[in-house]
């Protein structure tokens, strides 16, 4: 069973950071693009970030201080999150690429997390 | 960065009634692979989405077939054959074909 389990969220000061990991299992995490998303409060889905085998893609409002990372040995999708801002704020899930035996599915999110909030406030 | 639009953003249904959803893309989202980068997610409330059809018309594993995807190029729809309660939440249509991935605004389904 495909499971994605996000942890690191919390309340944090204007221009302070996190650090959100998420861990995967049930599936063979190397093989697979995987992204975060996140959602404002009572807001849609916007996509953050995505990592494949040889590349790494950002949003525009993120550029610059966010990072994404993975550790394919420790099956573990990671967003390091600087220089937060008001507008941060959102549940952020992680997102797995790809339906098994769907080939070209890398951008259809199959599998989401549970999602972890961040708050960015005073 | 491709713009989705849905509507309605609000759906009313009775239970047991059919109900559908469009979505429409600022291009054409038909690959020169004849797939259709189209997927439809459903979320409930204070849950995580989950994906209910990708590539325009194909059922994720474990989803009702009372569920089906259909369109190609610019228009696509979401149809329920036959609306249960379960199937209140909101309803986002996102384009797959590029980076960065762009959702619709959201319908929300509520029961009559």
């Known amino acids: 069973e495909v499971q994605l389990v996000e942890s690191g969220g919390g309340l944090v000061q204007p221009g302070g950071s996190l650090r959100l990991s998420c861990a995967a299992s049930g599936f063979t995490f190397s093989s697979y693009w995987m992204y975060w998303v996140r959602q404002a409060p009572g807001k849609g889905l916007v996509w953050v970030s995505h990592i494949t085998s040889d590349g790494i893609n950002y949003a525009d409002f993120v550029q610059g201080r966010f990072t994404i990372s993975r550790d394919n040995a420790q099956n573990t999708l990671y967003l390091q999150m600087n220089s937060l801002r008001a507008e941060d704020t959102a549940v952020y899930y992680c997102a797995r690429g790809g339906v098994e035996m769907a080939t070209h599915s890398r951008r259809t999110f199959a599998y989401w997390g549970q999602g972890t909030p961040v708050t960015v406030s005073t | 960065d491709i713009v989705m639009t849905q509507s309605p953003l609000s759906l009313p249904v009775t239970p047991g009634e059919p109900a559908s959803i469009s979505c429409r893309s600022s291009?054409?989202?038909?690959?020169?692979?004849?797939?259709?980068?189209l997927d439809w997610y459903l979320q409930k409330t204070g849950q995580s989405p989950q994906l209910l059809i990708y590539m325009g018309s194909n059922r994720a594993p474990g989803v009702p077939d009372r569920f089906s995807g259909s369109g190609s190029g610019t228009d696509f729809t979401l149809r329920i054959s036959r609306v249960e309660a379960e199937d209140v939440g909101v309803y986002y249509c996102?384009?797959?074909?590029?980076?960065?991935?762009?959702f619709g605004q959201g319908t929300k389904l509520e029961i009559k």
């Open positions: 996102m384009q797959a074909l590029q980076t960065p991935q762009t």
């Open positions: 291009q054409s989202l038909l690959h020169r692979n004849g797939n259709n980068y």
